[in-house]
């Protein structure tokens, strides 16, 4: 059978959380605010409004503190309404392959919270429904979530995180 795919895979160790979903149509919970440099999220440059250089350097230092602090606090907050955490062995867009130790039943819906980097902090969400288990010997178990429903913010996140670790594995590549 000719396996057809619409998105690039590739092997990755990143973290993650899910949360157990009664269904397909509940309502998803993890919402991420565009990243900082984002047009939509700051459409004004300070420095246009006569600011100094000086001054606009501190208060963008000042800015990502911040963020880095408020991040730290949300993480907390993701730990309690996502309470499976996950390591992710692979990516696509259109899904991931991860290992737990909580066990998950084929067929269920879950949301699923991808970090794809830490400071600053990127993280991605998607609806999506298990569609095959592996155990493995040291008691975890290997899952694959194939992505049902999936902001196209989020899923623009997650293809410009593959491509840039595959163009990062093909210039390492150069050197040996």
Excluded at 29 to 37: A, K, L, S, T
Excluded at 98 to 127: C, D, K, N, S
Aim: hydrophobic letters at 40%; glycine letters at 6%; a negative charge.
């Amino acid at each position: 059978m000719e396996e057809k795919r619409a998105f690039m895979r590739i092997p990755t160790r990143l973290s993650g959380h899910l949360r157990l979903m009664p269904g397909p149509d509940d309502m998803q919970v993890f919402r991420e605010v565009p990243f900082y440099g984002s047009q939509s999220l700051n459409p004004y440059d300070a420095r246009e409004a006569g600011m100094s250089e000086g001054l606009y350097s501190l208060l963008c230092s000042i800015d990502t503190k911040l963020d880095m602090l408020l991040s730290l606090q949300r993480r907390d907050e993701l730990a309690a309404e996502f309470p499976v955490t996950i390591s992710i062995i692979e990516i696509s867009g259109a899904g991931i392959r991860f290992i737990t130790q909580t066990e998950l039943a084929l067929e269920q819906y879950v949301e699923a919270i991808i970090v794809l980097a830490r400071f600053p902090l990127r993280m991605a969400g998607a609806v999506g429904r298990i569609i095959r288990m592996d155990p493995l010997q040291d008691g975890a178990t290997e899952y694959a979530l194939d992505f049902t429903r999936i902001r196209e913010r989020d899923l623009e996140s997650i293809v410009q995180f593959v491509f840039q670790s595959q163009r990062d594995d093909l210039r390492g590549k150069k050197w040996d």
